[in-house]
């Protein structure tokens, strides 16, 4: 049972390139989420997915896009990076909601962009 | 803005000492109120989480104590150890879920 795994662990991107963060979890939650962890700003909601088939705005989705592929798998997709989007990435996922359900999260993606 | 404020940023404390971290809340919309602790490196996991129809709640030596007319929420650490050096996060959801704020963070450093 890995939990959450999220693909890459490291990146660097200069400005302007793309690239999807994978995410995949194998407890059949059916809900998931990303977030972005920057210092003194604790996590931010950047998208979560309810259930398969929908996805919705978190607190700072501009600059991103999700594809929620299926149940197991979410990803988060940078178009054009910019340095304001160096960050910590986390994926969790929970069984409902998250309201009163525990949130699993991955070990995060250390993304820099120069 | 932050719409949940945990304080301090940072704590020492000493072996065997008690830890306490504190948050407010502005949003009466928000229902439930867990605490995430994480290592270096890795992603938060749940400690302990609390909803607003009791005022304290106990796990081991991690208590929430919570205060619904102050709106405001604290994490106790009793008897802190060096394993417990972590970041800890208050968060804040509200009843319908999904759209969890968390604080900002304190970094937790216990000397031996």
């Known amino acids: 049972n890995a939990g959450v795994t999220q693909t890459p662990k490291f990146q660097v991107l200069k400005t302007g390139q793309s690239m999807t963060l994978q995410c995949a979890q194998d407890?059949?939650?059916?809900?998931m989420y990303w977030y972005r962890q920057d210092p003194g700003m604790g996590l931010r909601l950047i998208y979560y997915?309810?259930?398969?088939?929908?996805?919705d705005k978190g607190e700072v989705p501009n600059g991103y896009n999700v594809s929620r592929l299926n149940k197991r798998e979410f990803s988060l997709r940078l178009e054009s990076a910019a340095p304001s989007q160096t960050s910590v990435y986390f994926c969790?996922?929970?069984?409902?909601?998250?309201?009163?359900?525990?949130?699993?999260f991955g070990p995060g993606t250390r993304l820099t962009v120069l | 803005q932050q719409q949940v404020k945990q304080s301090p940023q940072s704590l020492i404390v000493q072996k065997g000492g008690i830890s306490i971290i504190n948050c407010a809340y502005e949003?009466?919309?928000?229902?439930?109120f867990p605490w995430y602790q994480q290592f270096p490196g890795k992603g938060p996991a749940l400690l302990i989480a609390?909803?607003?129809?009791?005022s304290e709640k106990k796990e081991g030596r991690f208590t929430i104590s919570f205060n619904k007319s102050a709106k405001q929420f604290s994490l106790h650490i009793m008897d802190s150890q060096p394993g417990d050096s972590a970041t800890y996060f208050c968060?804040?959801?509200?009843?319908?879920?999904?759209?969890?704020?968390f604080g900002a963070g304190t970094r937790l450093f216990v000397k031996a």
């Open positions: 969790a996922s929970s069984e409902t909601s998250g309201y009163t359900d525990t949130q699993y």
């Open positions: 609390i909803r607003p129809d009791v």
């Open positions: 997915s309810a259930s398969e088939g929908t996805t």
């Open positions: 949003n009466t919309a928000f229902d439930y």
């Open positions: 968060a804040a959801s509200p009843a319908g879920g999904f759209k969890t704020i």
């Open positions: 407890m059949n939650h059916n809900s």
